[in-house]
């Protein structure tokens, strides 16, 4: 099945006979390792000759550790079998800190450089593991949750050189997956992970960690060229944009001017396709910016109210102008709504245009009919306002 247009890698279908036998080798390896996380014991009847014996003690070794690799390969959304996984590793990262055998010959040093080594292996041979999944299930959150959990651990147990390694190539590794599906928001969030774990203080040697800001706002500019449907994208940049400006120290102009930008930009993408709906949502984020709700928290905290104002009745006109070209746009007419809305909100009495508010409304019930009832109601409370 294919997701925004990237087709997904399957296997192929055998017969009928062929998949029963992997759901029974599925049944078994599920039962094995259970049996050996749990202490319990096996019935003859489920195994083969090689598993009919009775554990007597939780087994956190590698070779369960294999186990619930290959049952994760037939099944990655089985999410007990992934925290039975970092039991296992916790386990194997314990014995390898601590059963280094200390000899008259070996110096501290060396003992500590052999134990990281051990580690290092063990979180580089899962990482491996975790990428094969994800490159045939990259929506499957109990995948993208475990590679979080390898890579704190890769913090608490190695050295900050050999972590920070680990956490460049998630970096640069989330950047290809995204590249092949841009709008995978799983992609997304965890890039925003990785991006913040590097800035913290943790991964960095030196006092100050060094800011990736300004690189990840370049980065949703690149993303959004290549294809402006995509939410994940804004709402990064959306995220990104007011702290970018505070670290730059920005004056009010320069707020001004990137509100600007912003604006432009997206006008330019909402006369290209005026139903994409990743667009309205972050146009109505723009929008924001002019609600004196939200304009401590925007991009341009000081506009004065006159420029709010300037800037609402703008957007007004624009999409009325929009209006004669698309008429059917839900969108259009939703924006008009809300921004005549804001209007009414700052200067206590409705727009010149507000006479058409009427006409929109019934628009916009008649192109949205699931949300009827929702727009019922704001009819009723614009009315009675």
Request: proline residues 2%.
């Amino acid at each position: 099945m294919a997701s925004h247009g990237v087709p997904r890698v399957t296997d192929a279908i055998s017969g009928g006979e062929e998949e029963l036998k992997k759901i029974d080798h599925y049944k078994e390896l599920v039962n094995l390792v259970q049996a050996k996380v749990y202490n319990l014991l096996v019935e003859p009847c489920c195994f083969t000759s090689l598993t009919l014996i009775q554990i007597k003690e939780r087994q956190y070794t590698r070779e369960v550790l294999l186990l619930t690799s290959k049952l994760l390969i037939f099944n990655p959304e089985y999410y007990t079998i992934w925290n039975h996984r970092r039991r296992i590793l916790q386990n194997l990262f314990s014995l390898a800190k601590s059963s280094q055998a200390i000899s008259e010959t070996n110096s501290e040093l060396d003992q500590v450089h052999a134990c990281s080594k051990s580690i290092l292996d063990l979180i580089t041979e899962d990482l491996h593991f975790g990428f094969s999944l994800l490159r045939k299930f990259p929506k499957c959150y109990w995948i993208w949750n475990h590679r979080r959990w390898v890579l704190r651990q890769a913090s608490t147990y190695l050295t900050i050189a050999e972590a920070r390694s680990f956490w460049d190539g998630e970096l640069s590794l989330v950047g290809k997956m995204l590249t092949l599906d841009n709008r995978n928001f799983h992609g997304w969030g965890y890039r925003r992970i990785v991006v913040a774990a590097l800035e913290s203080k943790e991964l960095n040697e030196s006092a100050t960690a060094k800011s990736m800001v300004k690189g990840e706002f370049d980065y949703t500019t690149r993303m959004i060229g290549t294809s402006m449907s995509n939410f994940s994208a804004w709402h990064n940049r959306s995220k990104l944009i007011p702290r970018l400006l505070d670290e730059l120290n920005a004056s009010d102009a320069e707020r001004r001017q990137l509100l600007n930008d912003e604006l432009t930009w997206i006008q330019e993408g909402l006369y290209t396709d005026s139903h994409d709906q990743s667009l309205w949502f972050y146009h109505r984020t723009l929008m924001c910016t002019f609600d004196p709700t939200f304009t401590s928290r925007s991009m341009a905290p000081n506009l004065k109210v006159q420029d709010r104002l300037q800037y609402i009745e703008s957007e007004i006109e624009k999409l009325v102008e929009m209006l004669e070209d698309d008429e059917d746009c839900k969108w259009i007419y939703q924006s008009l709504i809300q921004l005549n809305i804001l209007y009414r909100d700052i200067t206590g009495s409705w727009d010149p245009r507000s006479a058409a508010l009427q006409t929109w409304m019934i628009s916009l019930k008649r192109l949205d009919p699931l949300r009827q009832e929702r727009w019922v109601d704001l009819e009723k409370r614009m009315n009675n306002s």
